[in-house]
């Protein structure tokens, strides 16, 4: 257990919804990262915050976005859904967010229909 | 332009033999290196990881080792266990950008 929980473990809905996915980072990791993985595929960034503020974005696509609250935790929202965004959402966590370990939660699984 | 590159998308092994895992990267900012494993449906777990400042680290059956003038290293695992059965992912990142620069992962079977 890596200490870093994500809420839904499973998600199903359909094209053009909007979902919300949460994230509780590590006890004293101010850094929380946002990743997906497509079917057999390798894992993208997409997203990066610091104690409440966006630090670096990576492939991350204008219908999606996220935040990270004063208590940590972050959610990502996705948008207008699409079939292509089926795919497992993890959340990971470190201490300041530099060169250092991260740790990952189970995942969320999202499968659009 | 990938800057980490694993070049084995799979490895077989016998079990209790070494398994050798590689990695290149072409950035010479990177100053940190990890290796991840994960199992299908579930979030990669740290393995073990090594700095720039060192060429060997060692934790148990899993050492990294790490060529700074080839850009490359190597995860090895000895012996290899059924357990060790995953996919197996390097990354790196710089002290200039803050984000884990990822493989596309190898994976690994280990045979009974």
């Known amino acids: 257990d890596s200490g870093v929980t994500q809420t839904p473990k499973h998600l199903i809905t359909a094209t053009g919804q909007r979902v919300t996915l949460r994230c509780s980072p590590r006890s004293g990791d101010l850094s929380v990262y946002w990743y997906q993985q497509s079917l057999d595929q390798g894992l993208q960034f997409l997203i990066q915050y610091y104690n409440g503020e966006e630090r670096a974005k990576g492939n991350i696509l204008e219908r999606f976005s996220a935040q990270q609250f004063p208590d940590l935790h972050s959610e990502l929202n996705l948008s207008s859904l699409e079939l292509g965004d089926s795919a497992l959402y993890f959340c990971?966590?470190?201490?300041?967010?530099?060169?250092?370990?991260?740790?990952f939660g189970p995942g969320t699984r999202l499968l659009v229909l | 332009d990938q800057q980490v590159k694993q070049n084995s998308p799979s490895l077989s092994v016998q079990e209790g033999r070494i398994s050798i895992l590689n990695c290149d990267y072409t950035n010479s900012m990177f100053d940190y290196f990890l290796w991840y494993k994960k199992y299908p449906a579930e979030g990669p777990t740290f393995l073990i990881s090594i700095s720039s400042i060192k060429d060997k680290n060692e934790d148990g059956r899993f050492t990294v080792f790490l060529n700074k003038s080839a850009k490359h290293l190597s995860l090895h695992i000895v012996p290899s266990q059924p357990g060790d059965s995953a996919v197996y992912f390097c990354a790196a990142s710089s002290n200039s950008n803050y984000q884990l620069i990822w493989g596309a992962g190898t994976k690994l079977i280990i045979k009974p």
């Open positions: 990971a966590s470190s201490v300041e967010g530099g060169s250092e370990t991260q740790y």
